[in-house]
T-cell receptor, first 113, second 108 residues
Framework: EAAVTQSPRSKVAVTGGKVTLSCHQTNNHDYMYWYRQDTGHGLRLIHYSYVADSTEKGDIPDGYKASRPSQENFSLILELASLSQTAVYFC????????????FGPGTRLTVL | GDKVKQSPSALSLQEGTNSALRCNFS?????VQWFLQNPRGSLMNLFYLVPGTKENGRLKSAFDSKESYSTLHIRDAQLEDSGTYFC??????????FGSGTRLLVSP
C-alpha cells in the first residue's frame, strides 16, 4: 500500500506569517495533490502536480503556492497566512492514467491565529 | 450544483442493522473511490471501483457509470463503522471530485 507522510501533523501560525506544509510519498507515484477540509465538510482541491518541477492550480488555489522539487516531495506554501486558512490539509498521491487509486496522508491540522 | 452528490447527509443506525449510502454524479466518472474518515480524522480507503461491484466483509459497493451513481451497502452495522463516508469520482486524467460526505453514527 502507498505510503504518504505529512509534516508537521499540526501547526499554529500567526496571521501574516509564512507556513510550509510538506508531503512525502515513497511509491513512485506521478500525481500528488493538496486538499483542504473545513470542519464538517468534504475535501477541496488546492493544487496538484503530475511531474516534478511542475504544479497546477486546483479548484481553490488563491492564497496558496505549491512546489514539487522531486517526484517524492510536494509542498504547500502559505506566504501570508490568514484566519480563513485554518483547516485540515491532506496530501494524496496516485499513479497516472484514468484508472488509479488515490492514497492519502494523515493530514495536517493548521490553526491560524 | 454539486458534481458529486451524496445521500443521506447524516444517518443513525442501531447495531446489527443494514443501510445503503449513495453518490450521484453529474460528471463523467471513470472510477470511484469510497473512504471512511474516522473520528480522529484519518481517511481510510474502503473501495476503488471501475464499473462493477466489490465486496469486503460487511461492506459492498457498486458503481454504474452509465447511470452515473455508486452505492455503499453496510450490513450488520457495528460501532466501529461510525464516521464520515466520502465518495470521490475520478474524471478523465488527474481530477478527483469529492462528495460532501455522509456522517454515520452507529449506536448500541
Amino acid at each position: 500500500e502507498a505510503a504518504v507522510t505529512q509534516s508537521p501533523r499540526s501547526k499554529v501560525a500567526v496571521t501574516g506569517g509564512k507556513v510550509t506544509l510538506s508531503c512525502h510519498q515513497t511509491n513512485n507515484h506521478d500525481y500528488m495533490y493538496w486538499y483542504r477540509q473545513d470542519t464538517g465538510h468534504g475535501l477541496r482541491l488546492i493544487h496538484y502536480s503530475y511531474v516534478a518541477d511542475s504544479t497546477e492550480k486546483g479548484d481553490i488555489p488563491d492564497g496558496y503556492k505549491a512546489s514539487r522539487p522531486s517526484q517524492e516531495n510536494f509542498s504547500l506554501i502559505l506566504e501570508l497566512a490568514s484566519l480563513s486558512q485554518t483547516a485540515v490539509y491532506f496530501c494524496a498521491s496516485r499513479t497516472g492514467g484514468n484508472y488509479a487509486e488515490q492514497f492519502f496522508g494523515p493530514g495536517t491540522r493548521l490553526t491560524v491565529l | 450544483g454539486d458534481k458529486v452528490k451524496q445521500s443521506p447527509s447524516a444517518l443513525s443506525l442501531q447495531e446489527g442493522t443494514n443501510s445503503a449510502l449513495r453518490c450521484n454524479f453529474s460528471i463523467a466518472a471513470t472510477t470511484v473511490q469510497w473512504f471512511l474518515q474516522n473520528p480522529r480524522g484519518s481517511l481510510m480507503n474502503l473501495f476503488y471501483l471501475v464499473p462493477g461491484t466489490k465486496e469486503n466483509g460487511r461492506l459492498k459497493s457498486a458503481f454504474d457509470s452509465k447511470e452515473s451513481y455508486s452505492t455503499l451497502h453496510i450490513r450488520d452495522a457495528q460501532l466501529e463503522d461510525s464516521g464520515t463516508y466520502f465518495c470521490a469520482a475520478l474524471t478523465g486524467g488527474y481530477k478527483v471530485v469529492f462528495g460532501s460526505g455522509t456522517r454515520l453514527l452507529v449506536s448500541p
